[in-house]
């Protein structure tokens, strides 16, 4: 079964990174599909904050039905940002974007 991920960001290395970590997963058997827009069929939804922009996109994602129940994970590279806006506004995880690096495998796979 596919394991299909949206991503938002502006970063591009940060998105080469994913692409990357998906691809070598895919090699070792897990199907990973990384995808750019808001599809209801989705397994996780990450966002990157260091775009403003993306907080608006949460709080609209949020508010739509069919993803109400999707499991959203914040990307940040400030390790001093505060992070309980992001929670307030819908994020079930947060993490930056060095955290995320090192649990990028189990993120991905689960």
């Known amino acids: 079964m596919t394991r299909r991920i949206v991503l938002f960001t502006n ?4 998105e ?10 895919t090699k ?11 599809i209801p069929e989705v397994n996780l939804i ?8 993306n907080l608006e996109k949460l709080k609209s994602i949020r508010n739509k039905k069919e993803f109400r129940n999707k499991k959203i994970l914040g990307v940040l590279s400030n390790e001093q940002s505060e992070k309980n806006y992001l929670f307030d506004a ?6 930056t ?3 995320f690096e090192k649990a990028a495998n189990n993120i991905l796979m689960y």
């Open 11 to 14: 970063d591009k290395s940060f």
């Open 16 to 25: 080469k990174f994913i692409e990357i970590t998906a691809l070598t997963l």
């Open 90 to 95: 819908g994020c079930d995880s947060v993490f």
């Open 97 to 99: 974007k060095k955290e």
């Open 28 to 38: 070792l058997n897990y199907q990973i599909e990384i995808l750019k827009a808001e």
């Open 46 to 53: 990450i966002i990157d904050f260091d775009d403003s922009e």
